[in-house]
């Protein structure tokens, strides 16, 4: 089961939910500072029954190498706020994310990242990908606190559940009979704490990944690019072609160059790390003071 919590009606006072538009010939009223993350949405879970509620986001989406990758983090009753600083990862430097992780691995009842490397990704699908690699996530937790319950989604669309008609994903790796429910509320990422915390664990997991990568594959810069399609890491596929860890069943930049294929396009369009790489926001570029980017408004 699905269901979309929408930020504009969910959100409680103060929250993220959009003000109206000003008023033609006034100016706008000045900018509230963010709200952090926070539990309110998962505690509403816990109300209603859940004994245990997991965070979940991925990364990785729209890279052109290396795997997607998953994280989530698993909260009850009884667990406490987030630590000091949490946000959503793609708003906090490399410095901050990575500041935070010895915190975020003793908050909540358990955490972990799951994979799926691009042969998987090539075999099943993006979507497929990222359901295999939530639900590895997923086992990896259940082994020390068992199954979750629900499972708060960032964004619009559940790709954690299996269609009901199948995929090739039963060919990748063995599936739960029945998953857990599954709530998509559109800027998790931005308003609950536990899927910025998964956010932040995932994202730091994949970058140290694909740094220690980019020593075997030195010619793609995936230190700097993390696989994503920055110039330089089109350039490079220009010149070198694709290496093993390319994801090769899309049309990559620089080979047969654009438009791309399907997949790479929906996957650019759902990754935000990849969108700041192709207008030439590096990562860790163009940050706020303490260690936070500025809203997409704040940079224009």
């Not at 000003?22 to 505690?43: D, F, I, V, W, Y």
């Not at 857990?180 to 308003?191: E, I, L, Q």
């Not at 990568?213 to 890491?233: Q, R, V």
Request: glycine residues 12%; contains cysteine; charged residues 20%.
């Amino acid at each position: 089961m699905t269901d979309l919590l929408d930020p504009r009606t969910t959100a409680p006072a103060g929250g993220d939910a959009a003000a109206g538009a000003p008023t033609r010939g006034r100016a706008a009223p000045p900018r509230s500072p963010r709200s952090a993350p926070h539990l309110r949405h998962e505690r509403v879970l816990l109300r209603e029954g859940a004994r245990l509620v997991a965070g979940m986001d991925e990364v990785g989406r729209g890279s052109l190498a290396g795997p997607v990758s998953v994280g989530v983090v698993v909260v009850d009753a009884s667990t406490r706020s987030a630590p000091q600083g949490v946000a959503d990862s793609k708003l906090l430097t490399p410095a901050a994310r990575r500041a935070l992780v010895p915190r975020l691995s003793r908050w909540g009842l358990a955490r972990a990242v799951g994979h799926a490397s691009a042969a998987e990704i090539d075999e099943v699908g993006i979507i497929a990908a990222l359901r295999l690699a939530g639900t590895r996530a997923l086992a990896v937790v259940a082994t020390s606190i068992g199954p979750v319950d629900v499972v708060l989604l960032d964004g619009s669309h559940d790709w954690l559940t299996p269609p009901a008609q199948g995929d090739l994903f039963a060919a990748a790796g063995p599936e739960p009979a029945a998953g857990p429910r599954v709530v998509v509320r559109v800027k998790a990422d931005r308003t609950c704490a536990t899927v910025a915390a998964a956010s932040v664990l995932a994202k730091c997991e994949r970058d140290a990944l694909m740094a220690d990568l980019a020593g075997e594959h030195p010619h793609y810069g995936w230190h700097e690019n993390k696989g994503y399609a920055s110039p330089d890491h089109v350039a490079a596929l220009r010149e070198h072609g694709p290496c093993v860890l390319h994801r090769r069943s899309w049309r990559l930049p620089g080979i047969g160059g654009w438009p791309a294929g399907d997949d790479l396009v929906a996957a650019l369009d759902a990754d935000e790390d990849a969108a700041l790489l192709l207008a030439g926001v590096p990562d860790g570029d163009g940050l706020a003071g303490g260690g936070v980017r500025p809203s997409d408004a704040d940079r224009a």
